[in-house]
């Protein structure tokens, strides 16, 4: 069984920071490329941020870029995502993925996925 286990999530207030961790279980991390996708209520599945196995490159949505911040650390089998500068829409549910493939925003081409951990940003 491949599992992720996400953590992280809570609420903050407008300019507040939070960072998730996806650990993986069952699996080498740095053999595959993980992605981060959220979905608010009545809202489609928005791909976030992925970080790539083949060469650690990094890639962002444009909603996000400047403020989030993907890593990894391969001795912890786990995957991070540093969220700054929190804005009210980046309120949803925050969920990590994988691939053995290259960095992919469609969530089709991910083959696990953890279980989702909420992100609320208010006042």
């Known amino acids: 069984q491949v599992q992720l286990v996400e953590s992280g999530g809570g609420l903050v207030q407008p300019g507040g920071s939070l960072r998730l961790s996806c650990a993986a279980s069952?699996?080498?991390?740095?053999?595959?490329?993980i992605g981060w996708f959220r979905q608010a209520p009545g809202k489609e599945r928005e791909g976030v941020s992925c970080?790539?196995?083949?060469?650690?490159?990094?890639y962002y949505a444009d909603s996000v870029k400047g403020r989030f911040t993907i890593s990894r650390d391969n001795a912890k089998n786990t995957v991070y995502l540093q969220m700054n500068s929190l804005k009210p829409e980046d309120t949803a549910v925050y969920y990590c993925?994988?691939?053995?493939?290259?960095?992919?925003?469609?969530?089709?081409?991910?083959?696990?996925w953890g279980q989702g951990t909420q992100v609320t940003v208010s006042s």
């Open positions: 993925a994988a691939t053995s493939r290259y960095c992919s925003n469609y969530g089709g081409d991910f083959g696990s």
């Open positions: 970080i790539s196995s083949i060469d650690g490159s990094t």
């Open positions: 069952a699996f080498t991390l740095d053999y595959y490329s």
